[in-house]
């Protein structure tokens, strides 16, 4: 191994640490707790360091928003196994979207609310934000034609669902009833794209 490729896995090695403690400390504390300088004193590297590797807090909690997109991405597509069909894809799809959103809360905070420069539905998107999308895309596909509004709006609705949960606006029990309602507006509206042209050619 060359000094320069060796050099390059030794930064890899210390952004995924930075990245790795960022984590823990908002799992832990919230993200409030989580400085540059709280970082410094956790991993035992100098603040110049972390600098080196990340120009501020909102970078980390970037690098920690792509992790989250490919985890999300990795647990909608496991979803779809052992679907009996199309519906129950979508089902399970819906559910383990708001599965990930409960068990991840900072994690979840970091992908959808914290401030960062990560840019969504452009051409520079990155391919780990894609990921969540086209796994969610995949699931509508079968229902509509016009995937992308579709897709966008079975998004937020999940969202909207996500963050009542998380902070306790409506009723825990009911999250199955909800989830039906959300998948048959999915499939209703393929219907109607269907027999009535509402479709938006692309």
């Not at 080196?52 to 980390?60: L, M, Q, T």
């Not at 039906?180 to 479709?199: C, E, F, I």
Request: charged share 25%; net charge negative.
């Amino acid at each position: 191994m060359s000094i320069a490729e060796r050099k390059g896995r030794q930064r890899a090695e210390r952004e995924s640490r930075i990245i790795a403690v960022a984590r823990l400390i908002a799992e832990r504390e919230g993200w409030d707790a989580v400085t540059v300088r709280r970082l410094a004193e956790e991993i035992e590297y100098s603040q110049p360091v972390l600098y080196s590797h990340f120009e501020n807090r909102d970078a980390i909690v970037a690098a920690v928003a792509v992790e989250g997109f490919q985890e999300l991405a990795i647990a909608l597509r496991d979803a779809t196994h052992g679907s009996t069909g199309q519906q129950s894809a979508l089902e399970h799809v819906a559910m383990a979207y708001l599965g990930f959103a409960g068990r991840c809360p900072a994690l979840y905070e970091a992908m959808f609310t914290l401030p960062t420069d990560l840019r969504f539905a452009e051409a520079e998107t990155r391919p780990e934000l894609r990921a969540g999308f086209e796994a969610l895309a995949s699931v509508v596909t079968p229902f509509c034609t016009d995937v992308e509004d579709v897709t966008e709006t079975f998004w937020a609705a999940l969202h909207g669902l996500a963050e009542l949960e998380r902070s306790g606006r409506i009723r825990p029990g009911a999250r199955v009833e909800r989830i039906m309602l959300v998948v048959r507006a999915v499939t209703v509206s393929g219907r109607a794209s269907s027999t009535h042209g509402y479709a938006i050619p692309r």
